[in-house]
């Protein structure tokens, strides 16, 4: 994994960087529950200390040949941020520094997260900076619009919503993991479905395990099943005089009969 340090709304806002949407990406999905549960996580964070970051995880992107970067894990969040900074726009004032987070060129109406391919998702987004007397089209941006106005209400923001406002801007935090330049259309649908198909990004254990020892995934396991004794199997190379001994997992692993 190439990681970077943490971004923020705040820090990609400086850059002319372009989050691209592909289209082999779902829409976003979100319901109540999972909306609701990072909006209330950043309030708690905002409200426990206003100088610290709160973490979204990491987000996979690969840079494409006009530099920029095509979303193959992390589109929900992306999402959830810039509808956030939407409303937060509309909410507090017009001139709110995210909109420089929102908008790539706000005079030419070029927004910073792009939906390839869908067209009423670029509307909708528009829809909410423009305040249109309209209908939004995508389901889940109105549900999301819906949540955030109660969440305000009931976290009882009305009063503080430009603090808050500033510590999401400044302080929701993620990593970025850039892919390997040369991966083509097919390798990066084929990661995405490999990231999603559990629900879930790896953990850095689970990426140690496939890059180094997936061969000895097995053996692997047991080590880290730190609830049980290690025990050896006899086709594993470790022969009965050993067993018992305290062993490290350098002993474990050169005991590779492969």
């Given amino acids: 994994m190439k990681l970077s340090a943490p971004f923020t709304p705040s820090s990609l806002s400086i850059t002319t960087k372009k989050l691209v949407i592909p289209i082999y990406q779902r829409l976003f999905v979100w319901g109540e529950e999972q909306i609701g549960n990072l909006l209330r996580d950043l309030h708690d964070s905002y409200s426990n200390d206003e100088n610290k970051d709160y973490h979204l995880g990491v987000i996979t992107v690969h840079e494409d040949e006009e530099q ?81 106005r109660r969440f305000v209400v009931k976290a009882n923001l009305c009063d503080s919503l430009g603090a808050f406002s500033e510590y999401c801007f400044k302080h929701a935090a993620f990593l970025v993991n850039e892919l390997p330049s040369g991966y083509g259309a097919e390798e990066l649908n084929l990661h995405f479905e490999k990231m999603n198909s559990t629900g879930r990004q790896l953990s850095p254990l689970e990426v140690v395990k496939g890059k180094w020892f997936a061969t000895l995934a097995a053996r692997w396991n047991r080590c880290m099943n730190f609830d049980k004794v290690f025990t050896n199997v006899p086709s594993e190379g470790i022969n009965d005089n050993e067993q018992g001994k305290s062993l490290t997992l350098k002993d474990v692993f050169d005991k590779n009969d492969h």
Wanted: aromatic share 14%; with cysteine; charged share 30%.
């Fill in 68 to 148: 920029q970067w095509e979303i193959v894990d992390g589109q929900q969040r992306l999402t959830f941020l810039t509808l956030l900074g939407c409303e937060l726009i509309r909410a507090c004032n017009s001139e709110s520094n995210w909109n420089s987070f929102i908008w790539l060129d706000k005079d030419k109406k070029q927004l910073r997260l792009f939906f390839n391919g869908r067209e009423e998702d670029r509307q909708d987004i528009h829809y909410v900076l423009c305040e249109q007397k309209a209908t939004f089209k995508n389901a889940a941006f109105e549900r999301f619009s819906e949540c955030f």
